[in-house]
């Protein structure tokens, strides 16, 4: 088979084109010839070796993907060949809390990924997918889609009449402004394109922020929320837009903090968590049981998720290239079967 590795170094220009042995699943396992995979943030840091620079090398990369089963393990009962499955993203975190050891478990670093034509999953780690997707649409699911339904449906009880601010347009941003939306709630997002915030009221978005056009962009989630703020909010910036999050948050209101666009370190007035008693959690994906209620949301509802751009097999290095400019509007996605 043919798969992208990161091979003696970090770097996007290290990502070689290279052939593989076809993988033999083990007792427990499946193999699947994977359809699509999408890229998430964390891809682009784990290829640049900014996520964990003591990964072992090589590695194949991207933690999401989609794709038919072709062959499975002795013992394997739940699936069977010929299901369209994706991988769950943390293989051993089943349901609940995560396990104290659920970070040697990922897919796409430290266990190899989906940027292959097959890839070897456990069975516990793999679930059917909505038939109502295309490849594409599936393969966005089991990072972006997850932690966004974690942080709004999961963790955070969005409901209706509640005001989720979302941070930019990325995937994970645009798929929480879908379940907000699904939800019942009012939503807010911001953007530094004009064109980018145009899409979003497209998909409904109540308002709108040129945080460019508007660097005080936390004084006008107060304006918009008569000065109580918001119920929640996705935070994926990072260091310099957490200080704004705590100004823009309600008093009793919930920070999720996703992102690090922007950075780890950041200052932070501990007094204004405490005194307005603001809830900051901060959400690693989800479980495969979270991965299973979002599914059920996204067939009852019949939604589609938002596909920036598809790149063939051949032309991946592109697409990571796209997600390191930051000029998508969704998830950028490689077509692969």
């Known amino acids: 088979m043919r798969a992208y590795e990161i091979q003696q170094r970090f770097g996007l220009d290290a990502l070689r084109l290279v052939e593989r042995p076809d993988p033999v699943p083990g007792a427990g396992q499946i193999v699947i010839r994977v359809l699509a995979a999408s890229l998430n943030y964390r891809d682009l840091l784990m290829i640049k070796g900014l996520y964990n620079p003591k990964q072992p090398l090589p590695l194949i990369p991207l933690s999401d993907g989609v794709g038919i089963v072709e062959s499975i393990g002795a013992g394997v009962t739940r699936i069977k060949v010929g299901d369209r499955v994706a991988g769950v993203f943390a293989q051993s975190w089943l349901a609940g809390d995560p396990p104290a050891d659920v970070r040697m478990h990922t897919l796409g670093g430290p266990i190899d990924g989906m940027l292959a034509e097959k890839a070897v999953l456990h069975e516990l780690g793999a679930i059917p997918v909505p038939n109502h997707l295309s490849d594409e649409e599936a393969a966005t699911l089991p990072c972006a889609g997850v932690t966004a339904w974690c942080a709004l449906q999961e963790l955070g009880n969005v409901g209706p009449g509640d005001t989720v601010l979302l941070q930019g347009t990325g995937g994970v941003s645009i798929f929480g ?26 998909l409904g978005v109540d308002e709108t922020i040129n945080y460019r056009q508007m660097p005080a962009w936390d004084e006008r989630v107060r304006e918009l929320t008569n000065g109580r703020g918001a119920d929640h909010i996705v935070e994926v910036g990072g260091a310099d837009t957490f200080g704004k999050s705590l100004r823009a948050v309600r008093i009793g209101g919930r920070i999720s903090v996703i992102g690090i666009l922007s950075g780890v370190q950041a200052p932070t007035d501990l007094t204004a968590i405490l005194m307005r008693r603001v809830a900051v959690q901060g959400i690693f994906v989800g479980s495969r049981a979270t991965f299973e209620s979002m599914n059920r949301a996204i067939e009852a509802t019949n939604l589609k998720p938002v596909v920036n751009r598809a790149f063939p097999f051949e032309r991946a290095i592109d697409g990571i290239s796209e997600m390191a400019n930051a000029s998508h509007f969704g998830k950028i996605v490689i077509r692969i079967g």
């Open 177 to 202: 402004l879908q379940f907000a939306k699904l939800a019942g709630a009012r939503t807010i997002i911001t953007s530094s394109s004009d064109e980018k915030l145009e899409r979003c009221r497209q």
